[in-house]
């Protein structure tokens, strides 16, 4: 090999030295950043020095661990989506033995009707009736609104969401555009590439997306569902937001769907085209979770309905007259529309703001005067009928036979079943989550191999250093010669 060939390989090694250094710094400055991975010197062509050598930097990324993680962080994002509508309508029905909670204030109206008959002439004991029935409706009420309260949310969420998917969409196009042309000009595209990489990771949240790989770095997404969200040009997501949004509304008919580029896709179920993730999770909250929750709690208040409705409760009541709870003020439909929890309330006649009537609690809804006040007999059947053994007849509970508190209990443990279900799924999700992002997708830098490889490199450079001195003193003595 002559004097300039190792000249040119040394030189070249200091080079190649001095640049892996540089990229050991960069590893290290920014071991904690968020979406860094690891980037290693690559080699390319017939050796250090030689003419058509490449020297290129790569960013350290498993593409099946990044899979992995994403698939757990969207199924995290998704499963809290529903844990946080199953936390608060739990929370809202309260345990049993909470004060406030749904079984409380139905124990506190049956302990109302007992008293009461004690004393049938006893205002006290009237008002408490009253007030005990009035607690029970506003709490069905406001759980009604929880409910359709989360389903509005649901809807403007998923408006907020499918915007944000737009402009994340369109942000990675842009940078598929610039690693393109940096890769193509054989320029570093590693800081690019990791923000795309954190664009991509947002979408997957929301939509679980796979990367396809394109020419010169680029990639295409595609949904788990196979909708092509990007590939070149990115897709456009439309939805319309509905406000207010009512308990008999649905979709497609009142409510809007997803459509990608003009065209209607699956939300839920198995046809889904976004299935997992957040987006899906809020579809299924407005679509079919809040639904099935408005029925369970309509079933409830049908049944309360019904139990003071039933014809031997109050005999003083004329056919079509309504009972001690109402539908808005009349007697329930053969097949109530849905919101029945919404528009349940107390028969105004014995309200003491409407009229002063709490002796009606007594003698009767229909009756023409007040009596004696000594008959406790239509007191003990409210709260007979209160304790009855029935089934609902609404399809929202389930078909048991059991008092009005049994059946609220029941309502109590499925929302309870489905919360600590949800809790669980969320736990092990982070746990998967957490496990895999620590990790950095097989990126993660190490501060102490770093450091062993700057030793290394160190080493590198003082033995090309040596080979350049040598060279230098046999030119200098062959001068001299």
């Known amino acids: 090999m002559s004097l300039s060939s190792s000249l040119n390989i040394a030189v070249a090694g200091l080079d190649l030295s001095s640049r892996r250094a540089e990229v050991v710094a960069?590893?290290?400055?920014?071991?904690?950043?968020?979406?860094?991975?690891?980037?290693?010197?690559?080699?390319?062509?017939?050796?250090?020095?030689?003419?058509g050598s490449l020297v290129t930097i790569s960013r350290d990324s498993d593409p099946r661990l990044v899979l992995m993680r994403r698939e757990a962080q969207s199924r995290q994002a998704g499963e809290e989506v529903l844990q946080s509508f199953y936390a608060r309508l739990d929370s809202g029905i309260g345990d049993p033995d909470q004060s406030g909670s749904l079984s409380d204030q139905i124990a506190r109206l049956d302990a109302a009707f007992v008293t009461a008959a004690a004393d049938p002439r006893s205002v006290v004991g009237m008002t408490e009736i009253a007030n005990a029935a009035t607690d029970l409706v506003a709490l069905i009420n406001t759980l009604d609104d929880v409910i359709q309260d989360e389903r509005q949310s649901a809807d403007t969420d998923i408006g907020r969401v499918v915007a944000q998917l737009n402009s994340d969409l369109a942000d990675v196009a842009r940078l598929n555009?610039?690693?393109?042309?940096?890769?193509?000009?054989?320029?570093?595209?590693?800081?690019?590439?990791?923000?795309?990489?954190?664009?991509?990771?947002?979408?997957?949240?929301?939509?679980?997306?796979?990367?396809?790989?394109?020419?010169?770095?680029?990639?295409?997404?595609?949904?788990?569902?196979?909708?092509?969200?990007?590939?070149?040009?990115?897709?456009?997501?439309?939805?319309?937001?509905?406000?207010?949004?009512?308990?008999?509304?649905?979709?497609?008919?009142?409510?809007?769907?997803?459509?990608?580029?003009?065209?209607?896709?699956?939300?839920?179920g198995t046809p889904s085209g976004i299935p997992g993730g957040a987006l899906e999770a809020l579809f299924k909250i407005r679509d079919d979770v809040a639904p099935q929750?408005?029925?369970?709690?309509?079933?409830?208040?049908?049944?309360?309905?019904?139990?003071?409705?039933?014809?031997?409760?109050?005999?003083?009541?004329?056919?079509?007259?309504?009972?001690?709870?109402?539908?808005?003020?009349?007697?329930?439909?053969?097949?109530?529309?849905?919101?029945?929890?919404?528009?349940?309330?107390?028969?105004?006649?014995?309200?003491?703001?409407?009229?002063?009537?709490?002796?009606?609690?007594?003698?009767?809804?229909?009756?023409?005067?007040?009596?004696?006040?000594?008959?406790?007999?239509?007191?003990?059947?409210?709260?007979?009928?209160?304790?009855?053994?029935?089934?609902?007849?609404?399809?929202?509970?389930?078909?048991?036979?059991?008092?009005?508190?049994?059946?609220?209990?029941s309502l109590k443990s499925i929302v309870s079943s489905e919360r600590l279900a949800m809790d669980d799924r969320v736990a092990f999700s982070m746990i998967s989550t957490e496990g895999l992002d620590a990790g950095r997708d097989g990126g993660q830098v190490d501060i102490d191999t770093e450091m062993r490889r700057l030793v290394e490199i160190e080493q590198a450079y003082a033995a090309n250093a040596r080979i350049v001195q040598a060279v230098s003193d046999m030119m200098n003595r062959l001068t001299e010669i």
């Not at 193509?184 to 997957?204: E, Y």
């Not at 849905?338 to 609690?361: F, H, K, Q, S, T």
């Open 177 to 268: 555009t610039d690693i393109r042309r940096l890769s193509s000009g054989g320029n570093d595209a590693a800081d690019l590439q990791d923000q795309r990489a954190l664009l991509i990771d947002r979408i997957s949240a929301q939509v679980p997306v796979r990367e396809l790989a394109r020419d010169d770095g680029a990639v295409a997404l595609v949904s788990k569902g196979g909708l092509l969200l990007l590939d070149g040009r990115p897709a456009t997501l439309g939805f319309d937001t509905r406000a207010p949004i009512t308990a008999e509304m649905s979709a497609p008919t009142q409510l809007s769907g997803l459509r990608v580029n003009g065209r209607d896709v699956g939300t839920t």
């Open 293 to 409: 929750a408005t029925s369970r709690l309509d079933g409830l208040a049908a049944d309360l309905i019904e139990r003071f409705e039933a014809a031997d409760v109050d005999t003083t009541r004329m056919v079509g007259d309504a009972g001690l709870f109402t539908d808005r003020g009349t007697v329930i439909a053969a097949v109530p529309d849905p919101g029945l929890a919404g528009r349940l309330e107390v028969n105004e006649r014995i309200l003491p703001d409407a009229g002063d009537d709490l002796w009606r609690l007594r003698d009767g809804l229909g009756a023409m005067a007040e009596g004696t006040g000594v008959d406790a007999s239509l007191i003990l059947r409210y709260g007979a009928t209160l304790s009855k053994q029935a089934q609902p007849s609404s399809g929202g509970l389930p078909g048991i036979t059991a008092s009005l508190a049994g059946h609220a209990a």
């Open 26 to 51: 960069r590893n290290v400055a920014n071991a904690d950043r968020a979406g860094y991975a690891r980037r290693s010197i690559d080699m390319g062509g017939p050796g250090v020095g030689v003419p």
